[in-house]
């Protein structure tokens, strides 16, 4: 029985200079500062894991929960923790980034993984823009571009509405834009190249350092997009949006409405982002609602949930 609990887990807070409020405002979170850009829900990074709150792993971290009981996840035989599930609040621009590959940061960065991510646009304003791709053909062109800061010729810009997914794989110069609340679901990873900060200065009055070599040596060029069709399915009691299944995850948005029925087979990440429903396995019953994050372990046989919400679920 012990093995088929979820495990919901505190996530941890970071503060960033395009942080804001929302994760307390709309998320209920009690946040440290009022400049908070990050909640790391779902992590097994070291830069910040989460700790186990119920059940007999409470106060363990989902880095000691891997190494300790690889059975709850499949008995998976390697290393690392391999997801990590965030909610983003930019108050501001991000700066314009890109991530490298699993090959150039197991080289560059002392093994760290790579870094594949994806969004799903929870809320934004009115007019909210991310920054996409670019528009260089070549890479001489891609560097004059940067040289001469030409940002608005050389960046793609693409306006967004809550409820838009991007898969953003490693190699995409991007940027999450000002008034944009995301959930992302990313490789474990905390391996960023910054191409572009909008000369901000931070609180120490210094500008942010910048990567130019490293993002202009792992940036597709020329950019393109990728092909991603969410795939729709309706189960009794809820409605199934696969976003992407790729080599690194598969995320997919669950909208329950009703009582709904699971199969419970490979470990999944999961993340309450709208309302709230009553989760039961193995014939217990634990409640969940916006804000929550858990993890179902492998093979708890079947489960389901049953309310009126909306959760973004991962698996590898
Ligand atoms: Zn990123």
């Known amino acids: 029985m012990l093995m088929k609990q979820p495990l919901f887990l505190d996530p941890v807070f970071k503060e960033r200079i395009w942080g804001g409020t929302a994760l307390k405002t709309q998320f209920g979170y009690e946040i440290p500062s009022d400049q908070v850009g990050e909640c790391w829900a779902i992590s097994a990074h070291p830069n910040g894991p989460s700790i186990v709150k119920n059940g007999p792993y409470a106060g363990k971290t989902l880095i000691e929960l891997w190494e300790e009981e690889p ?7 390697t290393d690392v923790f391999p ?3 965030k909610i983003l609040d930019a108050n501001t621009d991000l700066s314009v980034q890109v991530h490298p590959d699993d090959a150039y940061a197991k080289e560059h960065e002392n093994g760290e993984l790579g870094k594949t991510e994806c969004w799903y646009i929870v809320d934004c304003k009115e007019g909210a823009e991310i920054v996409f791709g670019h528009h ?3 890479k001489d062109e891609f560097k004059r571009q940067i040289e001469k800061g030409n940002w608005s010729q050389l960046l793609r810009k693409e306006k967004i509405a809550p409820g838009d997914f991007f898969y953003v794989p490693s190699g995409t110069i991007h940027a ?14 905390d391996t960023t190249y910054r191409l572009y900060d909008y000369d901000r200065v931070g609180q120490d009055g ?5 990567h130019i070599d490293k993002s202009v040596a792992v940036s597709t060029i020329p950019h393109h997009d990728p092909a991603i069709t969410p795939l729709k399915k309706e189960i009794t009691g809820a409605m199934i949006t696969t976003f992407v299944e790729s080599a690194y995850f598969t995320v997919c948005k669950w ?3 009703g009582k709904a029925t699971f199969e419970g087979s490979k470990y999944l990440l999961g ?13 217990e019953s634990y409640p969940v ?20 919400a909306m959760l973004i679920v991962s698996h590898e």
């Not at 059975?71 to 035989?77: D, T």
């Not at 008034?179 to 990313?186: K, N, P, R, S, Y």
């Not at 993340?271 to 014939?283: D, H, N, Q, W």
């Open 289 to 308: 609602r916006k804000g929550d994050h858990f993890i179902l372990p492998e093979n708890t046989g079947e489960f389901t949930l049953e309310g009126e």
């Open 176 to 189: 999450i834009g000002e008034g944009t609340v995301v959930l992302e679901t990313q490789q474990s990873s």
């Open 136 to 138: 260089a053909q070549t």
């Open 271 to 283: 993340s309450v982002i709208e309302g709230k429903a009553t989760l039961t396995v193995a014939g």
């Open 83 to 85: 997801l990590l599930t």
């Open 255 to 257: 909208e329950i409405d």
């Open 206 to 210: 210094e500008l942010r350092e910048l």
């Open 71 to 77: 059975a709850l996840f499949g008995n998976p035989g």
